[in-house]
């Protein structure tokens, strides 16, 4: 008997859409060599419309206080702690990590990476004011300019 896979989309603009062109990918739980889900396959378009809804959601987020940001930030960590046992095993099946190492060794410290940062949103520090020339003083203030995109490597678990 076949089990029915799981469909996992892109999330743009807060919806989740399907890749542009349709492609998907099988995702393997590494430990049973089972396909538990299917994945968007993104490409180019993909990719332009992610950059679009960030510039687009930017214009508000931009404007944001340290306390907003704060606060969004440690509702974040509350709903990740409230649902522990779903990112658990949803990771844990992902991985292949057993359960137990997975709720002990992921989450808890993502969850208290956010809280930090959360922290430091509100301690920003704009302190490089000098002279740098005679007569002139300068200073840095630090302002979002905009969207950034980034590939991260990854080579854990």
């Known amino acids: 008997m076949s089990q029915q896979l799981r469909a996992l989309r892109n999330f743009i603009g807060g919806e989740y859409v399907d890749a542009v062109e349709g492609a998907t990918s099988e995702v393997v739980n590494p430990s049973t060599g089972e396909a538990y889900a299917t994945a968007a396959l993104s490409g180019q378009a993909d ?30 960590a509350d709903a990740l702690e409230r649902r522990a046992d779903e990112f658990v095993a949803v990771e844990s099946e992902n991985t292949g990590k057993p359960l137990g190492l997975t709720a002990s060794e992921e989450l808890p410290p993502g969850v208290d990476q956010l809280r930090f940062f959360a922290g430091a949103a509100r301690v920003l520090e704009g302190r490089a004011s000098a002279e740098y020339l005679s007569g002139f003083t300068s200073w840095i203030r630090r302002e979002p300019i905009g969207v950034v995109g980034q590939v991260t490597p990854w080579n854990y678990p």
């Not at 419309?49 to 959601?57: G, K, P, T």
């Not at 944001?64 to 940001?69: D, I, K, L, V």
């Open 47 to 76: 990719l332009d419309r992610a950059y679009a809804a960030a510039e687009a959601a930017f214009e508000s987020w931009g404007r944001t206080t340290p306390s907003e940001r704060q606060l969004a930030l440690l509702r974040i």
